[in-house]
Nanobody, 120 residues
Framework: QVQLVESGGGLVQPGGSLRLSCVAS????????MGWYRQAPGKEREVVAV???????NYADSVKGRFTISRDNARNTVYLQMNSLKPDDTAVYYC??????????????WGQGTQVTVSS
């Protein structure tokens, strides 16, 4: 069984920074794409940033130049560095990982979500 556990959310003032982390644990073969998503109240979940195992990163237009996604494969961890935060960034942030539980068996797993609130 695979579990994703997120941390790093909280309350921050506009212009501030936060760093989210998401670590995968359990029994698996490897991890492919990792990503961060968010869902604000009354809105659909949207992609924030993704990082493939060997390719270039991709960001939502709304966070380009402010957020940076990175990964540590040795620690099965994905990070999201968020700078210059705005009130519109307020949401529950979820990590997602494409996990190979076997050579040909890939499943998507989600974290439980961590609240990020940007407010003065």
């Amino acid at each position: 069984q695979v579990q994703l556990v997120e941390s790093g959310g909280g309350l921050v003032q506009p212009g501030g920074s936060l760093r989210l982390s998401c670590v995968a644990s359990g029994s698996f073969f490897s991890i492919s794409t990792m990503g961060w998503y968010r869902q604000a109240p009354g809105k659909e979940r949207e992609v924030v940033a993704v990082i493939p195992s060997g390719g270039s990163t991709n960001y939502a237009d709304s966070v380009k130049g402010r957020f940076t996604i990175s990964r540590d494969n040795a620690r099965n961890t994905v990070y999201l560095q968020m700078n210059s935060l705005k009130p519109d960034d307020t949401a529950v942030y979820y990590c997602k990982m494409a996990v190979y539980t076997g050579p040909l068996s890939r499943y998507d797993y989600w974290g439980q979500g961590t609240q990020v609130t940007v407010s003065s």
